[in-house]
Structure formats: C-alpha cells, structure tokens
C-alpha cells in the first residue's frame, strides 16, 4: 500500500528530473518566450469564447421574441468573432507544436550527450533491466515533449475556462454551478478507480513494441548469419513469441478501455441534459430567459469539459505516466552508471588508472562484473617505448578483459594501470565501428573529415590493400553503409588505416587481423611496426608471435606468466589449441611472479 501512495511522487519526482534541465538551459529564454505566447493566445482564446457565449445567449433572446434585424445583426457579429478567432487558434496549435520540437530537439541531444559520456552507453550495455536505449532517447523523447506540452496546455486551458466560466454560470444559477462540481468530480474518481490498470500496461506495451521491433531488425543486421545457419524458422518464432507478447498485452489494454467507454459514454452523454433539467423548472415559471438557458447550457458545457480533463484525457495520462517511468529510469541508469563502476559506490575497490608516460600494471586483479571469478591475479608488466605484447589464452581466459582493464572501460577488480593519455593511445576491437557516412569520414573517425589530404587517403588505403574502394564506390566523398557492403577483414584493414593515419605512440588490437589471411596479416604488422608505435595485442593465431617481442599467457584459473615471444614461432598448432600450463617458454612460477 504504502509503495502506490508513494507512486505519484515517484511519478513527480521523475518529471522534475527530466524536465526541470530544459527550463535553466541555454534554451530557457526560447522557450519561455514561446510558453509566454501560447499562454497569452490561450487567455485570448478563452475571453472570445465567453463573449461568444454572451451573444449566443443574446442571439436567442432575440429568436425568442421574433426581432430579425438584431437576430441577425448578432449572427454577423458572431460570425465577425469566429473569424477574429480562427488566426488565433491556428498560431496557438503551431506555436504549440513548435515548443514541443524546440524541446524534442534539447531533450535528445541532452540524452545522447549524457548516454555517451564516461561510458555510460558501455556500461548499461550490461543492465538488463534498461531495454531499447535507442527507443528512450528517440521515441520516449518524442512522446514525452509533445504530451508535456500537450497535457500542460490543455491543464491551463481547463483553469482558464472553469475561472472564466464559473463567474458566469454562478450569475445564472447556483445550483446548476454546485452540480456540474459534484458531477465532474465523481465522474475523476470513478476514472481512476476504473483505469488504474492502464500506467503499467501501457509501460509494458511501449517495452513490448520495442523488443518486436528489435527482433524484426535483427535480420537485417544478421541476414547473413541466419542464412548460413538457416535459422529462418527460430527467428520467424522469436519474432512471432514478441508479437504475441504484444497482441496479449494489448488486448488487456483494450478491456480496461473498453471498460471505460462503458462508463465515459453515458457519462459524457447526460452532460447535455443536466442543465437542462436543473434550468428548466426556472425556465418554466418565467424566472429564465431562453438566452440565460443558452448561456447556462454553455457555460455548464465548458466548465464540465474543463473539470473532466481527467475522465476525457485518462488514456493519454496514463500512456504519458508510462513515458515517464521509461524516462526516468533511463536517467537514473546514466547517473549510475556514470561513475567508474558500481563497486566504488560501496567503498569495493576497482580498478585505477594512473597517467603515465609508460604503459605498465602493477598488482592488477581483473574480476568478472559481479565478482564471482577471478580472470586474472596480481598482474604486473611494464611495456617499454617501442616493444610489443602479445596476449594469448584460451577463449572466456580473461584476454579481453584484460585489454579493456588497460582502455579504463572495466574496472572491475583492483590494482593499478598505468598509462599515457587517450590522445597517445588507439584501441582496435575485433569488430570495428564503420558509421554510415562517406568513405572519407570512415577513414578519419573519430577524428573531423579534415584530418588528411585526398592523397595522403589515397596512399593510406593503398598501404592495406583497399585501393580499390574509391573506384567501387565513386569516390571519397559517396555515402555507403560500410558494414552491409565490406567485409569483416575489408573493416578490419580499413580500421588499420585509421590506426597508420593516427601514428599513436602505443596500439591496442583486440584480434584485429583475425579475419585476414596471412599476407594481409604480415602486410598490416609490417606496416604498423615501421611506425616504432608501441604495440599490445590479443590473439590466437601463432603467427602473431613473428610481430611480438613478448608472451603474456592468460591461462583462466588468475595465473599468468611473462615470457619471450621468440623462439615459440615453430610450434606447429596454434597456441589457443594446448594447455596453456604446456606452452613452451612458459614461466612456471606462481602466478608468473
């Protein structure tokens, strides 16, 4: 009981968090200047509606007693009015929907800026409970602007027409005045009781519609894949288990809507005889004239409709408490993931990164994330300027793990790393990151389209065996989805290019080659060592050991050991093959100390 009494709040607390940034940025004097102008049209709006009731009132009247020519003098003047009003309204929808973009546009670039710092986007990669970051920072963006704005105005609208509507309607009859209260009031709780249902449906429904979406893309993206494995008829499963997953929840939302129809129905339909049956009798002995009733009969509609907001507006509500659930968790998962790991908000060590002019570790114990194994213990080694590291093992031994350690991206465990700036380091993952951009931008990322001559790219993909791209694509400068068109060794010799374009002092390669055949393995190497840049690398293949000074053996059980990498490049079965307590050249010690 006591967490639905504390739901709203949550609910409040959440909007704050989410909005409140927007309204003391650098866009705070746009928007309050736009919020300022809906506002003063949605005033002006209200009063043309009052004076419009006042001349239907008085255009009945004169009806009533037969007089044509003010009958119709007020049928222009009514007329003069809708046509003064029609600017109006049109400019407060556009000003409207021109607020909720300015926020949209804010809203997203503030998420995506938040998402991508500190390696937030790394981190929640790994929380479950946090699906679709994509969907949050676009579509519930989207939503939530529109229906703040949407619901806000809409709020301020209904208190400036049961403000301005009350006066009236009290002149006319108090009893009519007290009814449409008690009426409008039972009418919300009864709403609330019937749908309470709907703000955790409709937050399982936007869930839900994401996960389908994300199992129909998946295809897309692994078209190849579930060809060669001929998977069509489990993922056609997933993709119908999601559907189905969704239909059900929709339905359940269809019965609590419908269960509301049942009772917004004949409640919005009596509205119109309320007044009526409370008027008449005044009407019947001459207290009333026909125009009163009129007046009455509008001002009782626009107080209603203003006092019902709730009833008329609970779906949308109700979806929009969702939204805010989605969002608000979202932010809460960036600020806790934003710091270096969960294990330092508990004084649990981690991971620390020194800078230095030297890559080394001293004492380095790399953990899996919830701390139920040690990948490897107490790992010490200095890399001098102009050497190379060659890290083998077998597969889930820790390898990766150990290469993210020294990137600052896992600091799961203790110890220190020392290492030089991030400006004077690159990282290489097996999978590179290709955008969708040109070929120029493909080779320059990160860094800006200007980061070399033409020739200079020329040459540079001549070094790694891609001279042939510009020709098969038209050009530096023509956008292609580089990950649908190259091949994986085609991305992995264009993410060296970007590692001989940037000269850092020291690489980082995660089986960088581990599509390529040998000659474009011996080719990229050769190139990369000319460079003098300091080089680690993870891999299986024994080659390797003919560009490496040194072996670290990451066996899986902590234990490690240092050794020279020369001298093994005879063994005749890759490394990742033996036991790695077999591998010749192998320090024995305890933990290779």
């Given at each position: 009981m006591k967490h639905k009494l504390n739901q709203p709040l949550s609910l409040f607390k959440r909007f704050l968090a989410i909005a409140a940034p927007f309204w003391v940025s650098r866009q705070k004097w746009r928007a309050l200047g736009l919020l300022a102008t809906l506002l003063t049209l949605l005033c002006g709006v209200t009063v043309l509606n009052v004076y419009n009731s006042f001349v239907m009132g008085r255009l009945m009247d004169a009806l009533q007693k037969e007089d044509g020519y003010l009958f119709y003098k007020l049928v222009g003047l009514y007329s003069l009015v809708v046509l003064a009003g029609t600017p109006v309204m049109v400019y407060y929808g556009y000003l409207r929907t021109k607020l909720a973009l300015v926020w949209r546009s804010w809203l997203t670039a503030h998420l995506t800026s938040r998402y991508l710092s500190r390696l937030a986007y790394y981190r929640l990669a790994g929380d479950s409970e946090i699906d679709n970051p994509d969907e949050r920072i676009t579509q519930d963006v989207d939503t939530f602007c529109n229906m703040t704005v949407g619901l806000s105005i809409s709020i301020c609208d209904a208190l400036f027409t049961i403000c301005s509507f009350t006066g009236v309607l009290i002149s006319i009859s108090i009893p009519l005045t007290a009814a449409v209260v008690i009426y409008a009031l039972l009418g919300s709780l009864i709403s609330i009781w019937i749908g309470k249902k709907l703000v955790p449906l409709n937050f399982q429904h936007t869930k839900l519609e994401a996960d389908l979406r994300y199992s129909v893309a998946d295809v897309r993206r692994d078209?190849?894949?579930?060809?060669?494995?001929?998977?069509?008829?489990?993922?056609?499963?997933?993709?119908?288990?999601?559907?189905?997953?969704?239909?059900?929840?929709?339905?359940?939302?269809?019965?609590?809507?419908?269960?509301?129809?049942?009772?917004?129905?004949?409640?919005?339909?009596?509205?119109?005889?309320?007044p009526l049956a409370i008027a008449a009798p005044i009407f019947f002995h001459h207290h009333m004239e026909f125009g009163a009733l009129t007046r009455a009969g509008i001002a009782f509609g626009n107080i209603f409709a203003g006092m019902s907001l709730l009833v008329s507006q609970f779906g949308a509500i109700s979806a929009f408490g969702a939204n805010i659930t989605r969002l608000g968790s979202f932010l809460e998962a960036?600020?806790?993931?934003?710091?270096?790991?969960?294990?330092?908000?508990?004084?649990?060590?981690?991971?620390?990164?020194?800078?230095?002019?030297?890559?080394?570790?001293?004492?380095?114990?790399?953990?899996?994330?919830?701390?139920?194994?040690?990948?490897?213990?107490?790992?010490?080694?200095?890399?001098e300027a102009g050497s190379s590291l060659l890290i083998m093992g077998p597969s889930g031994a820790g390898k990766s793990s150990v290469l993210r350690a020294l990137a600052g991206i896992w600091?799961?465990?203790?110890?220190?790393?020392?290492?030089?700036?991030?400006?004077?380091?690159?990282?290489?993952?097996?999978?590179?990151?290709?955008?969708?951009?040109?070929?120029?931008?493909?080779?320059?990322?990160?860094?800006?389209?200007?980061?070399?001559?033409?020739?200079?790219?020329?040459?540079?993909?001549?070094?790694?065996?891609?001279?042939?791209?510009?020709?098969?694509?038209?050009?530096?400068?023509?956008?292609?989805?580089?990950?649908?068109?190259?091949?994986?060794?085609?991305?992995?010799?264009?993410?060296?290019?970007?590692?001989?374009?940037?000269?850092?002092?020291?690489a980082v390669l995660d089986e960088a080659t581990s599509a390529l055949d040998d000659a474009n393995e011996m080719r990229l190497y050769e190139q990369l060592r000319a460079t003098g840049t300091t080089l680690i690398s993870v891999g299986h293949r024994r080659s390797l050991l003919n560009y490496h000074d040194r072996l670290l053996t990451i066996v899986g059980d902590g234990s490690w050991s240092l050794s020279d990498a020369k001298g093994l490049t005879d063994l005749r079965e890759p490394l990742g093959s033996k036991d790695p307590h077999d591998w010749p050249g192998r320090d024995r010690g305890s933990n290779g100390k």
């Open positions: 078209f190849e894949s579930i060809a060669f494995y001929r998977g069509e008829k489990r993922v056609r499963m997933q993709i119908l288990r999601n559907l189905v997953a969704s239909i059900k929840n929709l339905e359940m939302i269809m019965i609590v809507n419908r269960n509301m129809g049942f009772f917004t129905t004949g409640y919005n339909a009596l509205v119109a005889l309320i960036l600020d806790h993931h934003s710091v270096p790991s969960s294990a330092s908000n508990h004084g649990a060590d981690i991971i620390t990164i020194v800078p230095s002019e030297a890559l080394a570790t001293e004492a380095v114990t790399v953990l899996t994330p919830d701390s139920a194994r040690t990948l490897v213990q107490d790992l010490s080694f200095v890399l600091s799961f465990g203790s110890g220190t790393v020392y290492r030089p700036d991030r400006r004077d380091m690159m990282f290489l993952p097996q999978r590179p990151h290709v955008p969708v951009s040109t070929l120029r931008a493909a080779l320059c990322y990160p860094r800006t389209l200007t980061c070399a001559t033409d020739s200079h790219l020329l040459a540079l993909l001549k070094l790694v065996n891609l001279s042939d791209l510009p020709v098969r694509y038209g050009g530096l400068d023509v956008e292609q989805n580089w990950r649908d068109v190259l091949s994986l060794g085609e991305q992995q010799r264009l993410s060296f290019a970007r590692l001989l374009l940037n000269r850092p002092k020291f």
